[in-house]
């Protein structure tokens, strides 16, 4: 059963670079789901157990979704709300386009567009995104503050943050050292 207030953060395509090589669309994803989850009243499913339920309808990337399995996971995670976008980059500049979708219907409950922002202020990207879905779904913060920044909550630094989603990256390939050099370079370039 769906809850109430409960959405998928589906992965965004990166248009210019399908293979996401400076993490963009990924770090993207994983940050708004940090901050949405912050959202009292909102059920953010987890970025793993949409993967999980993809490999169990036969989805072979799990990085990113077919239009086709996109309605299914969603169903089979039981949330009432999916959200799908899309990255335009010119660099440094960033251009990102969301679509809210109502996962029973398939209807569209808004679209959003946000752009003139750096790679560089990526958090504050995230925060106005979040903002935007929080009031698309009519969810609001029962306190001032209870939303901190997501830049607050992971890292003020991009470049720590890439490094970070690259151990990931490597870690699930199963390249331990690869891997952890790559988290030590975000601690070095988070401090």
């Known amino acids: 059963a769906s809850s109430e207030n409960s ?26 789901i940090t901050s949405l989850s912050q959202v ?12 999980e ?14 239009p086709s399995l996109t309605g299914q996971v ?34 569209i409950i808004s679209s959003q567009q946000v752009t003139n922002f750096s790679v560089n202020n990526i958090f504050s990207l995230v925060d106005s995104l979040s903002s935007l879905i929080q009031n698309n779904l009519q969810v609001k913060s029962s306190e001032p503050g209870e939303i901190k920044s997501v ?3 992971t890292t003020k630094s991009p470049e720590a943050y890439r490094a970070y989603m690259e151990g990931i990256e490597l870690d699930e390939k199963i390249y331990w050292k690869e891997a952890s050099a790559a988290f030590l370079r975000a601690i070095d370039l988070d401090n």
């Open 7 to 32: 959405l998928a953060m589906m992965y965004f395509e990166n248009i210019p670079d399908p293979a996401d090589k400076d993490h963009n669309s990924e770090m993207l994803t994983n940050l708004l």
């Open 40 to 51: 009292k009243g909102l059920e953010v499913i987890s970025r793993e157990r949409l993967q």
């Open 53 to 66: 339920i993809q490999k169990d309808l036969g989805g072979t990337d799990t990085k990113n979704l077919s």
């Open 74 to 107: 969603a169903k089979r995670a039981g949330v009432t709300t999916m959200l799908i976008g899309s990255i335009l980059q010119e660099k440094p500049m960033l251009a990102v386009t969301t679509r809210l979708i109502d996962v029973q219907s398939g209807k």
């Open 151 to 153: 830049a607050d909550v």
